[in-house]
């Protein structure tokens, strides 16, 4: 199985912060990658998918990007809206798998 | 607009079964791959099985392989998972979640459900 490995487990960041989080393949693939957004109580959200394609109504301060092994979701200016648990997974093989997931909260 | 609704949750004593449903509309069923995910309390996400188009290609996680059959009745719109063998550890919120494009399985998880809970205590 392909692991996926994500840091940080948490950020503490402010409104208008820069902030980046990484997600590690224990295999290598191309850019069968995704990453969403999940808020307490809700179902995850669809950010991007196949390493840097923004899904439809995503605002553009989301972005990805990498390949191989190493891949990064970026958010340029923090929003109080992004304050959430963000998840990598990956599409290359079954089963597929997620991070472990990065909690974004407000400093 | 795409609806997902998931039904079925319940408590369930270790080594029972359980068999869970999603309804979905607001799309053509029959063109999209789908698939179960589970997360279990204050935990992350794992994906657990997904389903072709038509039934015909069925993957499964690890640990719920030879326990849990995912199914699906594009007459009736429906996706199932039928579980078996049931343990503590498979208590969780299961998603039922469509792929984003059609043509693909569990490939990106565009659209889920709001889940259901699974319980498993004796």
């Known amino acids: 199985d392909i692991q996926m490995t994500q840091s940080p487990s948490s950020v503490s960041a402010s409104v208008g912060d820069r902030v980046t989080i990484t997600c590690r393949a224990s295999?290598?693939?191309?850019?069968?990658l995704a990453w969403y957004q999940q808020k307490p109580g809700k179902a995850p959200k669809l950010l991007i998918y196949g390493a840097s394609t923004l899904q439809s109504g995503v605002p553009s301060r989301f972005s990805g990007s990498g390949s191989g092994t190493v891949f990064t979701l970026t958010i340029s200016s923090l929003q109080p809206e992004d304050f959430a648990t963000y998840y990598c997974q990956q599409a290359n093989r079954f089963p597929r798998t997620f991070g472990q997931g990065t909690k974004v909260e407000i400093k | 607009e795409v609806q997902l609704v998931e039904s079925g949750g319940g408590v369930v004593r270790p080594g029972g079964s359980l068999r869970l449903s999603c309804a979905g509309s607001?799309?053509?069923?029959?063109?999209?791959?789908m698939s179960w995910v589970r997360q279990a309390p204050g935990k992350g996400l794992e994906w657990v099985s997904g389903i072709n188009w038509n039934g015909d290609s069925t993957n499964y996680a690890d640990s719920v392989k030879g326990r849990f059959t995912i199914s699906r009745d594009n007459a009736k719109n429906s996706l199932y998972l039928q579980m078996s063998s049931l343990r503590a550890e498979d208590t969780a919120l299961y998603y039922c979640a469509r792929d984003r494009s059609s043509g693909y399985t569990a490939e990106y998880f565009q659209h889920w459900g709001q889940g259901t809970l699974v319980t498993v205590s004796s």
């Open positions: 607001g799309f053509t069923f029959d063109d999209y791959g």
């Open positions: 295999q290598g693939f191309n850019t069968w």
